[in-house]
């Protein structure tokens, strides 16, 4: 069992508000990724503290003694808030400093767990197929989990009416088949969970910038790439040992220009990868 991430600057930020970090540790694997908001002041910080403080929690605790792995990832990411926001406070920041998205993925090695607080996306690969949950907000504000930590702003997204839309797209070996949309309640996490069945399996999260890469025209205008087209790329991991997903990215993006791919939005991944091939 194998545990990696990576995050990169988009073309249109100069500060990165992407952040990510993973590990193992006590039989636990863990990728951890978080997506400040651009209009919310210091949220690069606020991205660091959220993922540093669901680190904590997940190398401190013996998850692989909880019952309910799946339950367990989703407290991680409230606690990590509330750890968080005291930070925020004793360092004199706006609590709009935790304007970020939130997803974590964690493994004992018989099952991994992926939590989303916000927009991104959830990834389960087993043989033969790929199960792909992403998280959208309609309104185009994902429910942050800063949101819950103060009434006012809370109340003030509510009146936005910021409900989630959850799409889970499966890519089996020669085709795409989209197998449900529902809505997800905002202020609730998004919990997934898979088994390991003695098969190949990788469980990743990915930010929203995989959405924002494009290649210029010749006139001076765009041309959005296909999400699919990324992921395709995205997920290629070849030897799943060491910095497999840093490598991935790396390739990928040296590919991506090659072809004349840009991405105006930070992108961050983190995968946990168990089994073998």
């Given at each position: ?52 403080n669901a680190e904590r929690l997940i190398t401190t605790a013996n998850l692989s003694s909880f019952p309910n792995l799946r339950k367990t990832v989703g407290d991680i990411g409230w606690n990590a808030a509330g750890n968080a926001i005291r930070q925020v406070e ?62 006012s702003r809370r109340q003030q997204y509510d009146l936005v009416g910021g409900i989630g839309r959850r799409t889970r797209t499966t890519w089996h070996v020669g085709g795409k088949t989209e197998d449900s949309k529902d809505m997800v309640p905002h202020q609730a ?89």
């Open positions: 069992m194998n545990a990696d991430s990576a995050y990169v600057i988009g073309k249109s930020h100069e500060v990165c508000q992407d952040y990510a970090r993973s590990g193992v540790v006590d039989g636990m694997a863990y990728g951890i990724i978080a997506d400040g908001c651009s209009s919310s002041k210091d949220s690069d910080v606020g991205a660091r503290l959220l993922v540093l004793g360092l004199g920041l706006e609590s709009c400093a935790l304007d970020a998205t939130l997803l974590i993925a964690v493994s004992n090695g018989r099952e991994a767990a992926l939590a989303a607080f916000g927009d991104g996306m959830l990834i389960l690969v087993g043989p033969g197929h790929t199960q792909i949950d992403e998280v959208e907000f309609a309104s185009g504000y994902p429910c942050y989990l800063s949101y819950k930590m103060e009434e996490a998004f919990t997934l969970s898979g088994p390991k069945n003695g098969e190949v399996f990788v469980a990743a999260v990915l930010s929203d910038g995989v959405r924002s890469f494009y290649k210029r025209r010749g006139d001076g205008g765009s041309i959005p790439i296909p999400t699919d087209e990324v992921l395709e790329h995205l997920l290629a991991f070849k030897l799943p040992k060491g910095r497999f997903v840093q490598r991935r990215m790396n390739a990928f993006l040296k590919q991506a220009t090659k072809m004349g791919w840009e991405h105006y939005d930070d992108l961050s991944m983190a995968a946990i990868h168990l089994g073998s091939r």
